[in-house]
């Protein structure tokens, strides 16, 4: 940094707000009446400036560049600064003329900046006024700290254009006005911290403060908590600010929490806002208006949490007005629909709104029209609705049509008075009578109807026509005095269209001059359609002479009673008469019936007829098969021999047959001597042949005899079986004896004295290896593979599996004609232990095995692993005591991974270190707080006194208290000590004054 030979006049301004009268809320309320910067003319004139210093403590006489105020404000998109000086700020350019000046501005984002004699650190732009080229005009630069060292990079930086949307300044009188945009310094911050100085001129753009700087060390604190928003019309009403819609101005917001109350109104955008907040909790709400409701947000206000400056926006208020709806109901004496000038109101009269809730009509409000006959309903919320009046007594509608009007509420303000009804007195009255000729008919039938019409009323009446949903229209146009009728005749045929049951309505018109009366009449006729049904059912198979049950049930499925209902089953002699069966009623018969001998399938039918009540006759029939089964199963076996020696095999030949007339289920083909051939199922006439064998054994029977036998089932579980047999004589020859040998894989020389091998009833060792034994071909023998076999600490042999005439660890083998072997294999493996020294705590290890799946143990641990495979492990690095106390990892010996190919002992290696707890309001302990190795001499110290060349107050250290390590007191400013426990050293001062 570069100094001027003449030393700094100083004048020290405490710049924090709260040594000032103005409070939290003052400065909230002046900070709220900042006009907005968001145009590049700035209204200097209207801008409200808050005093956050004044420099009352300057030493020596005054100049011109002695700061005597400093001044702030800002809005959502501008920073402003104000510094009053004794003369008025001037960039001279004349030798004759006083020196130029220079008027800077440091703004800190995150609080850390700090004066050390008259270079500033810490602070991350510097805003600068000055004539930098000498041409009498100033300019602004703003300037970047990028390491925080004090200097500012002016090599990255180019001059703002003055009265830019980036920034300017203006000179009036005495004082020097500045603003920079928010979006320069990286946006609005939630806290900003400011200091300032004035200094001579030069083309230097960095700091060089000579005259006049901030007195306090560490800046002016301001916090820049604001919330603010907009207030819209929802014209839609569907809580969402539309292109559109429009904002409300003039609208009142209100700002509350416990200290403080405060109302602003929504500009021309709808903008309100609220500046300077302290921090603390808020209730952002709007003023209810009548005819007015909410639509965003849902529940009236906003609740904010504030703290260090924080910034809100987007808390938005969305209203929709209220819609209206009217009209009109009048006496519409002659019917015509429209209200005519001699026809009057009609007063006190109820109408209904309806609201469309999900697809219902709710209604919700009731209103009675006034003397003029007018009605309006108002406070209507955005949806669907629908308007009708409760009709008096004696009148009827004659306008609108369908009786009510439905409209929606789509727009806010919505506003309407068009929906009128009309009513008149009732004045004529009509009745009508619907006969025929029957009451039940058939399709093809002919149908008379008779149309018989009364006058009921109190006036003559054209009688104009009859509608019948059947027949169609009956044009008639006759006139009948009040009491007088007429009868009308019409004919139809029934056909297969025809509706059943036939149901028809008529309706009768008439008028009397523009009033239309009508009645109707229903007339039902049964279209008769008669059907039956008729259903059997029995058993699906039987065996002759067996007795059987059929089930036979008739039923009425017409839609009429049928009588005289006959069923019949010749081949079952059945036959049964039901007078009436009604609708949909059914009967069950149970009929016996015994199979005959030598009896194929009986299929046999059984038959049934009714007739309706005009005599119309239906019938119906149903079958039933019973499928008679005969089953039967034949077997035959056949030997390669009829004589043959021991140890000599037998190849036998048996061959099964279902020869009855259904498939047999379950058949088990079993052989006395080779027991269970085949299992199974065989369709008609299906065989199966199977060779099978059998080695003769010494003290086998002579002769040998046995016997096959096959048995099976048929659907319904009767048993057939059939058996045959074989006799072959035995020659009898002396045993035979073969070499059976017992070896091992895997195996090495330090195992040759341990027992590996245990045969019948003796052990082996694995130096006797291989063992050979004779013995007489057939006989059986038991042995067992010895697992795990320990050589010694950490290694062992694991038993894999066995070849030859076993595959088992153990078990009993038979011995074959030719001998043969049984060789057991092993591989080997090895301890792997995990053990740690130096920490008193539990120590946790992580080991995979190859690419296995990851295993985390608590040491110690032991484990047996294959030889070969690798390891790979890893140690906790830290492990935490008691408090203050910890355990550091230092090395792990052998290194990971290994390869495993000998017992392995796996060592974590840690250290203690305990944590040193340095406290001093002042000055620069050293060492700071932090952890320390076990027998660390530590030297501590403080920097006093503090701060260094302060004037007028300063602090001296005065001695420490120390815990643990660390001496319990002493005075000086030192201490010496070596570390073995948790420990903490106080510096204690004392204040100074000058």
């Known amino acids: 940094m570069k100094h001027g030979n003449s030393l700094p006049k100083i004048v020290a301004v405490l710049l924090i707000i709260l040594t000032f009268t103005l409070s939290a809320d003052q400065l909230l309320i002046k900070l709220m009446f900042t006009v907005s910067a968001s145009q590049t003319k700035i209204d200097w004139g209207n801008i409200n400036w808050v005093l956050i210093d004044e420099d009352e403590d300057e030493q020596g006489g005054e100049n011109w560049r002695d700061v005597l105020a400093a001044y702030i404000t800002y809005d959502e998109s501008y920073l402003y600064l104000k510094l009053t000086t004794v003369s008025p700020p001037m960039f001279p350019t004349s030798p004759n003329d006083r020196d130029d ?49 004090g200097e500012f990079d002016d090599e990255l930086w180019e001059s703002i254009a003055v009265n830019s949307t980036d920034g300017g300044f203006r000179i009036i009188g005495n004082h020097l006005e500045v603003y920079i945009s928010w979006s320069k310094i990286g946006g609005m911050p939630s806290t900003l911290w400011l200091s300032w100085c004035t200094d001579r001129s030069d083309n230097n753009l960095n700091q060089c403060p000579r005259t006049d700087r901030a007195e306090t060390s560490y800046g002016t604190v301001i916090r820049l908590g604001s919330i603010r928003g907009y207030k819209w019309e929802d014209l839609d009403g569907d809580g969402v600010w539309d292109n559109n819609e429009p904002p409300v101005t003039g609208w009142e917001i209100r700002l509350q929490s416990d200290s403080i109350s405060l109302i602003d109104y929504t500009d021309i955008n709808g903008c309100y806002q609220f500046l300077g907040l302290p921090d603390g909790s808020y209730i952002v709400s709007e003023a209810v208006q009548n005819g007015w409701i909410q639509t965003y947000p849902g529940n009236n206000s906003y609740i904010v949490q504030i703290s260090s400056g924080m910034q809100f926006a987007g808390k938005n208020f969305g209203n929709f007005k209220l819609g209206v709806k009217g009209g009109y109901i009048w006496n519409d004496t002659n019917g015509n629909g429209l209200w005519d000038l001699d026809e009057t109101a009609l007063s006190n009269w109820e109408v209904n709104l309806y609201y ?70 009732s004045m004529a009255s009509i009745s009508m009578i619907k006969a025929a000729n029957t009451t039940f008919v058939h399709v093809g039938d002919t149908i008379k109807y008779s149309y018989k019409v009364i006058n009921t009323g109190n006036a003559p009446l054209t009688i104009q026509y009859i509608d019948d949903d059947v027949i169609g229209r009956l044009v008639i146009n006759e006139f009948l005095k009040p009491g007088e009728w007429i009868e009308n005749i019409a004919i139809y045929n029934v056909t297969q269209n025809s509706p059943d049951p036939l149901m028809n309505k008529a309706v009768v018109y008439a008028n009397y001059t523009d009033q239309q009366v009508s009645a109707c009449d229903t007339l039902t006729i049964d279209v008769l359609n008669p059907n039956i049904e008729v259903s059997k059912s029995g058993p699906e198979y039987a065996h002759e002479g067996e007795t059987i049950t059929y089930t036979i049930i008739v039923k009425n499925a017409g839609d009429c009673i049928l009588h005289n209902v006959v069923v019949k089953d010749e081949i079952l002699g059945f036959e049964e008469t039901i007078e009436e069966l009604a609708k949909g009623e059914e009967r069950t018969f149970i009929v016996i019936y015994t199979i005959p001998e030598r009896s194929d399938d009986i299929i046999n039918t059984v038959k049934a007829k009714g007739e309706d009540a005009l005599g119309w006759e239906v019938s119906n029939s149903a079958s039933w098969t019973v499928d008679v089964l005969h089953p039967a199963i034949d077997v035959i076996k056949r030997a390669n021999a009829t004589m043959i020696h021991v140890g000599d095999w037998i190849e036998y030949n048996v061959t099964v047959v279902n020869i009855g007339d259904c498939p047999l289920y379950n058949v088990n083909i079993t052989d006395s001597l080779l027991g269970i051939i085949w299992t199974g199922d065989l369709s008609v006439n299906e065989s199966r042949i199977f060779n099978v064998t059998y080695t003769v054994m010494v003290g086998d029977p002579d002769p040998l ?130 053990i740690q020294e130096g920490s008193a705590m539990p120590v946790n290890v992580e080991y995979q095995i190859d690419n296995g799946p990851v295993v985390n143990c608590t040491i110690p641990f032991d484990t047996w692993l294959d030889s070969g495979v690798k390891i790979s492990y890893n140690y906790s690095s830290i492990a935490y005591g008691d408090a203050g106390t910890r355990y550091i990892l230092t090395e792990v010996d052998p290194t990971s991974p290994q390869i495993v190919n000998a017992p392995l002992t796996i060592d974590g290696k840690y250290k203690v270190q305990y944590y040193l707890e340095v406290v001093s309001a002042y000055g620069e302990p050293c060492p700071a707080s932090g952890w320390f190795d076990a027998g660390t001499f530590i030297n501590a110290s403080v ?32 201490a010496s000590f070596t570390i073995n426990e948790p420990s903490s050293i106080i510096w204690n001062w004392k204040i100074q004054h000058y």
């Not at 209507?380 to 609108?400: A, F, K, Q, R």
């Not at 195996?747 to 040759?752: A, C, I």
């Not at 643990?964 to 005075?971: L, Q």
């Open 356 to 425: 469309l809730t999900n697809g219902s009509w709710e209604k919700i409000k009731m209103v009675y029209t006034n003397s003029s006959g007018f009605y309006e309903l108002t406070n209507l919320e955005p949806g669907d609705y629908m308007v009708n009046v409760t009709v008096h007594s004696g009148y009827i509608l004659t306008w609108p049509s369908g009786g009510f009007y439905s409209f929606s509420v789509r727009e806010s303000g919505f506003n309407e008075v068009d929906n009128n009804f009309g009513f008149m007195k």
């Open 943 to 974: 920097s006093s006194p503090w701060p260094v060349n302060a004037i007028g107050t300063r602090y001296v250290c005065t001695g420490w208290n120390g815990t643990g390590s660390v001496p319990p007191s002493g005075t000086e400013k030192s």
């Open 705 to 834: 005899n046995n016997t096959v036998t096959a048995t099976g089932v048929d659907a319904l579980g009767m048993s057939v079986s059939d058996e045959d047999s074989c006799v072959i004589s035995v020659l009898q020859a002396p045993p035979q004896k073969v070499v059976i040998i017992f070896n091992a894989t895997g195996l090495s020389s330090d195992v040759s004295g341990v027992v590996v091998l245990s045969v019948d009833e003796g052990n082996y060792t694995c130096g006797e290896l291989p063992r050979i034994f004779e013995w007489d071909v057939g006989s059986k023998h038991a042995f067992a593979w010895i697992s795990p076999v320990n050589v010694s600490d950490g290694k062992r042999y694991i038993w894999t599996s066995t070849s030859g005439l076993s595959e088992s660890q153990h078990g009993e083998i038979t011995v074959p004609a030719g001998g043969g072997y049984v060789t057991g294999n092993y591989k080997i493996q090895y301890l792997v232990s995990f």
């Open 101 to 149: 000046d220079k008027y800077r501005w440091f703004i800190d984002l995150d609080g850390n900046m700090f004066w050390q004699g008259n270079v500033l650190y810490e602070a991350e732009y510097l805003l600068s006024i000055q004539d930098k080229n000498n041409d009498g005009v100033g300019e602004i630069y703003l300037l970047f700290d990028s390491d925080n060292d």
